[in-house]
């Protein structure tokens, strides 16, 4: 299945749609996604994994057939573009720029990691593009697209392997 975010800020789920955040920067054509522009990239993204919270209620709703891995205190992911380890995850304290995955605002509780720049990784053509929770006032995001609570939990509900998301005008 593919699901679907498009830039009126709408996510289809399948049987229903839902609002949905994305980039502050609003929707770019993939090969100009630059790293920090606050844009989320168009095209289809395959769903690489699913990060969690195991402290949060999230972590009992993992599907079992699709990848995922609880995230610890000390996971991040690297925004780098000139580090070895560019949109991939690391462990903290690293040494180059980094986006902590552990985060009190628990807009990361349920971290989907899309394939976006990651086979492989070019330098600043965008890093850690996911879909993860929703602010309350569906603030955008830095680039990535955010649902619900509830609206995750239908997420995690439909998903399967071989899934992908697209972003789209």
């Known amino acids: 299945m593919i699901f679907t975010a498009t830039s009126d800020h709408r996510f289809d789920l399948g049987d229903r749609t839902c609002p949905c955040a994305l980039g502050k920067g609003g929707v770019v054509r993939a090969d100009h996604k630059r790293e920090g522009d606050g844009c989320s990239p168009l095209g289809i993204w395959p769903i690489r994994a699913i990060l969690y ?4 209620a999230f972590a009992a709703l993992m599907p079992k057939d699709v990848a995922h891995a609880p995230i610890q205190p000390s996971d991040g992911w690297c925004d780098e573009p000139q580090d070895p380890s560019y949109n ?8 180059a720029s980094t986006e902590h995955l552990w985060r009190e605002d628990r807009v990361y509780d ?8 990651d086979d492989p990784p070019v ?3 965008g890093s850690a593009i996911f879909l993860h929770l929703a602010r309350p006032d569906y603030s955008p995001t830095a680039g990535c697209v955010a649902l619900s609570a509830a609206d995750m939990e239908a997420f995690l509900t439909r998903v399967r392997p071989g899934d992908s998301v697209r972003i789209a005008l």
Do not use: A, I, S, T
């Open 110 to 117: 349920v971290v989907v990691v899309l394939g976006h720049n």
């Open 123 to 125: 330098p600043f053509m």
């Open 88 to 95: 991939r995850k690391v462990v903290l304290p690293y040494p």
């Open 53 to 56: 919270r195991p402290d949060q």
